[in-house]
Each structure stands twice: as C-alpha cells, then as structure tokens.
Nanobody, 117 residues
Framework: EVQLQASGGGLVQAGGSLRLSCAVS????????VGWFRRVPGKQSEEVGC????????YYPDLVKGRFIISRVNSENTVYLLMNSLRPEDTAVYYC??????????WGQGTQVTVSS
C-alpha cells in the first residue's frame, strides 16, 4: 500500500519559517517526482513547487519563488518543503503528491499551516 504523510504544519507568525515533511512508503521514492500543493476552503488547489525524479530539478511558481525550497532524501523516503518569509496568505492545508509517468499518482493527507499577521 502506498502512503504519503505530510507533517510539520502549525501556527507561525508572519515572517517566520516552517519545514514540512512528506514521508513516503510503498514506492521507491527516487523513481517519482514529488509536488507540494495547498488548498484553502473555497479556492482551487494550487501547486507551490515540485522536485523531479531526474536530477532533482525543482520548479516553483512565482508566488513562492525565493521563499520556498523543496528537497528530498531518497534514503529516508522523505521530501521536505522549507517555507521562509511566510505570509498570512500562505495559510492553507498543504499536501504532497508523488507521480510517475504514465499514470502513477498518489496523494497524502495534508497538514495545516496557519500564518498569523
């Protein structure tokens, strides 16, 4: 059974940092790209970054570029999302996703991040 478990969320003041973890089991992590997404009630889910299975290339949308960093430790079956300079608008439930072409796509339970002003 494939499982992804996001953790590390919590309450932080604006300007602070949090590091989220995505613990993966049931798959060989190095063979998968992993993305982080977030969702606010009433809004569409948005991607906040991903790390590829090839060369660990990373991608960040403009809204988090320069503030968020994704890394992975395949031997620990874990992917991290370091979030710096947090803003109240970063408040959301954060999810991780592991995917591999052609059609393997797994989601984990989310972790709540709340940024106070």
């Amino acid at each position: 059974e494939v499982q992804l478990q996001a953790s590390g969320g919590g309450l932080v003041q604006a300007g602070g940092s949090l590091r989220l973890s995505c613990a993966v089991s049931g798959i060989t992590l190095k063979d998968y790209s992993v993305g982080w997404f977030r969702r606010v009630p009433g809004k569409q889910s948005e991607e906040v970054g991903c790390i590829s299975s090839k060369n660990d290339n990373t991608y960040y949308p403009d809204l988090v570029k320069g503030r968020f960093i994704i890394s992975r430790v395949n031997s620990e079956n874990t992917v991290y999302l370091l979030m710096n300079s947090l803003r109240p608008e970063d408040t959301a439930v954060y999810y991780c996703n592991a995917n591999q072409y052609p059609g393997y796509d797994y989601w984990g339970q989310g972790t709540q991040v709340t940024v106070s002003s």
